[in-house]
Structure formats: structure tokens, C-alpha cells
């Protein structure tokens, strides 16, 4: 689940982040969850940097845990420049099938620059919490009321909800926080994003999976409904409707509205990257402005099955390629 909490848990988060810091350092050598069929991080690094060794992709350190042994949060990309489509996976910890299915698929990834496709992938966000089955970066705890901060925390460089005059939030919520989400808006300038595709799951869903739908054309997207699509081609149930557990309404399994019908502004990456306008160092600027952004969620309750899952995401990550092409041909049809 990509939501994200910090406007309230800010001030906890961040007396929790140094002392967080600590305790990776003098974890950083336990053993790796693996119990759920997952992939060990270092499995997976090793597959995303093939795109490097093999197909001259550039590779970008974004943020370097101090702890001996701690993991980099890395980005890949395209040497091309220009529009791009941009793949997120892996912000919490517990949430495997994303970054396994990339790893999966990576050569289908590969394909895309091949076929003249700018890409940026950000396949395993939060590899330290990826390796523990943590949620968040900073602690153990699931429940974000406990101090937990999600790595792609944004709310310090989106306006506030009532005026738009000042950011949401007065400060970023820990390092790896404010390192990842300047990486993204620095990037954008260069990869402007026209299509993101950000991979998630939801442990606390039972009833199905359901998708996020964000941008110029939130409602009615037909990328967002391929997408669903197929989801359900792979397996997953997918939810027709009711609400989320933040009360948002599902129609069709696509959220596009927040619990009281207007935008969905949860201080996410994803609402960072289709944000028109953002503050950096106090100052209003043009944001990224992407117009499709999905959020793919599977259902990930206990007793789910990894492997179905996994093939889910893997499914939307080999049709990349026709999920770009069909993007194109929405934007061309869409006013802006």
C-alpha cells in the first residue's frame, strides 16, 4: 500500500531516523527474510545491473546507508534523455512481488530502451527494509502512528492541502526521504515522466487488488484499465468497488478519487511526480506534471501466494512497452 502518513507522524519520524541509523548499522549483517520465496536483495541487484553491464545503462547511487554493509538505494536508467516512462517498485519493505517481478522480467525491461524508449527504473526503493520485511526504513513497526516514514514521503515539496501557499510539511522525513525524492525531482527535468508505473501490494486487502489512477486523465484512463486488465488475466481477484481503508471509492478496481471526491493528494512519489507545481527551498516551481501515473496494488494478506503475485506484476512489466505506445495515443486525444 503506497499511502503516505508523514503530515502527522513527521516530528516522531525524524527523532526515530537517527536512532534507526544505529540500529541498521549493527544489524546490517543478519540474516535476510527470505521465508516468503523472495529473492535476497543482492539476487536481485545483480539482475537490475545487467541493464549496465550488458545494455549501457547509466546507474545512479541515490542514497548510501552509513551502516557497514548497507545497501545503496540505486536507479537505472536510459542514456537517452527526453519524455520517459518511469518504473517505481519496492517502496516498503514487505511489499516483494514488485522488485522480483522486475528482476523477473528484466530483459523485457531492457527492450524498452531498445525500441527508442527513455526510461528511468527505481526497481527497489527501500532495500534495507526490503531485506528485513520492514515496511518503513526507520523501524520494525508497521502502524506509520509509531514514527514509521515511507521513503517516497513527499509532503515537504508538495503545498498544503488548504492554501497551496506553503509546503505540507516543514521538513523531509529522514534522509534516505529527502535524498530519494530530490533524486526524483531532479531527474524529471531530464526524464520528463509521461507514464509511471509505481508496483505495490496491500498485506491488509482480502478482498482483492485495485488500482491508482492519477494525472490529466485520472478517470476513465484506458492504460489504467489495461492495467486492470490484466491483473485479472493473471489471476488476481480485483476489487469492483467499495472503498479503501482511507475511504476512498473503487470503481471498476481503479481509485481516482480521494474520500471526498476531488484529487487524490496523499503526499506520495506518485502525487509528487503528477504534481504541477511543488516548493523547493521555499519556492514555488513547475513540478513533473506526469500525466498517467498508476499504482498497482495486489493483495497481499497472509496466506497469499508470492508467486501469483509476482506474476501479476511480471505481467504488467512485459507489456510495458504497449502500455507506452497506448499512453501516447490517450495524451494525443486528451486535451491538456
Do not use: C
Not at 527501500?126 to 517516497?152: F, H, I, M
Not at 485495485?210 to 491483473?231: F, I
Amino acid at each position: 500500500m503506497r499511502r503516505s502518513r508523514t503530515v502527522y507522524a513527521t516530528v516522531r519520524a525524524v527523532a526515530l531516523a537517527t536512532a534507526s541509523l544505529v540500529a541498521l548499522s549493527a544489524s546490517a549483517a543478519a540474516a535476510e527474510y527470505v521465508k516468503d520465496g523472495r529473492e535476497t536483495l543482492a539476487g536481485l541487484l545483480a539482475r537490475y545491473d545487467t541493464l549496465a553491464t550488458d545494455h549501457d545503462w547509466q546507474t545512479d547511487a541515490i542514497y548510501r546507508y552509513p551502516a557497514a554493509g548497507g545497501a545503496d538505494i540505486r536507479a537505472w536508467r536510459t542514456r537517452s534523455e527526453g519524455p520517459a516512462l518511469w518504473v517505481i517498485s519496492g517502496l516498503h519493505g514487505e511489499e516483494p512481488a514488485g522488485p522480483n517481478a522486475i528482476a523477473q522480467e528484466i530483459e523485457a525491461v531492457a527492450g524498452l530502451a531498445i525500441s527508442g524508449v527513455p526510461v528511468v527504473l527505481l526497481p527497489v526503493s527501500n532495500p534495507e527494509a526490503y531485506r528485513r520485511n520492514w515496511r518503513y526504513p526507520n523501524t520494525a513497526e508497521r502502524d506509520w502512528r509509531q514514527g514509521g516514514y515511507s521513503v517516497g514521503d513527499s509532503e515537504y515539496l508538495l503545498p498544503d492541502l488548504e492554501t497551496g501557499t506553503t509546503p505540507r510539511a516543514a521538513r523531509p522525513s529522514g534522509p534516505e526521504t529527502e535524498a530519494y525524492t530530490r533524486y526524483v525531482l531532479d531527474l524529471a527535468r531530464r526524464y520528463p515522466p509521461l507514464l509511471v508505473i509505481d508496483l505495490h501490494e496491500d498485506e491488509l486487502s482480502t478482498e482483492g487488488g485495485y488500482v491508482y489512477s492519477q494525472g490529466v486523465r485520472a478517470d476513465g484512463n484506458p492504460v489504467v484499465a489495461e492495467v486492470t486488465r490484466l491483473l485479472r488475466d493473471s489471476a488476481i481477484p480485483i476489487r469492483g468497488d467499495g472503498r479503501t481503508r482511507f475511504g476512498e471509492p473503487i470503481v471498476d478496481g481503479v481509485v481516482s478519487r480521494d474520500d471526498r471526491g476531488g484529487p487524490i493528494r496523499d503526499g506520495s512519489i506518485d502525487e509528487l511526480l503528477s504534481a504541477r507545481e511543488v516548493f523547493v527551498d521555499g519556492r514555488r516551481v513547475p513540478g513533473p506534471s506526469a500525466p498517467t501515473v498508476i499504482v498497482v496494488e495486489t493483495p497481499a494478506y497472509a496466506g497469499s501466494k508470492l508467486e501469483l503475485r509476482v506474476g501479476a506484476h511480471a505481467a504488467v512489466v512485459r507489456s510495458l512497452r504497449e502500455l507506452w505506445e497506448l499512453n501516447r495515443q490517450v495524451l494525443e486525444a486528451t486535451p491538456r
